[in-house]
């Protein structure tokens, strides 16, 4: 037997025949009058109206107040709360916010650096369009087609 098949360990319940995690063998929450599963509860609740909040915080602002104001202003506000949003479903329903701090790093920099690609990408897509937009040679060789020939 390995060393990490002690009686101590739980282990060997994740190696190969799965059934058992789900037999009652690992029941943790046993008593759910319990103060750690009536925690728990608050938890999701609190969440949940976090979540509920935001939500409605982004409806009313795209019914109402989205035409009103600049798009640039209204873009990154749905940006926040939609990254805010993400976050805690990140943290409490996966339970990234329990784990350890190098995990969550290991996690959340590739987020942010993909994130910074995204608006990397668009930015320099609408530069690039702005640019062939404006562009004289093109505005000259559409010039030049359009011109009447002469024969």
């Not at 759910?32 to 602002?61: D, G, P």
């Not at 107040?65 to 600049?70: E, I, N």
Request: no cysteine; charged share 15%; glycine share 4%.
């Amino acid at each position: 037997m390995s060393s990490h098949h002690h009686q101590n360990s739980i282990q060997h319940l994740y190696e190969g025949d799965q059934s058992k995690l789900y037999s009652g063998v690992l029941q943790h929450h046993t008593d759910v009058n319990s103060e750690e599963s009536k925690n728990q509860v608050k938890r999701i609740w609190k969440i949940f109206w976090i979540l509920l909040a935001i939500t409605i915080a982004e409806v009313i602002m795209g019914m109402f107040f989205s035409h009103q104001m600049p798009k640039a202003l209204v873009a990154f506000f749905f940006l926040a709360l939609t990254i805010l949003k993400a976050g805690y479903i990140v943290a409490v329903f996966m339970h990234l916010g329990d784990e350890f701090k190098n995990f969550m790093v290991t996690v959340l920099i590739p987020l942010v650096l993909f994130v910074w690609f995204i608006i990397a990408f668009l930015a320099d897509g609408g530069f690039w369009l702005r640019m062939n937009d404006e562009s004289q040679a093109r505005h000259n060789s559409a010039q030049v087609q359009q011109a009447p020939s002469h024969e």
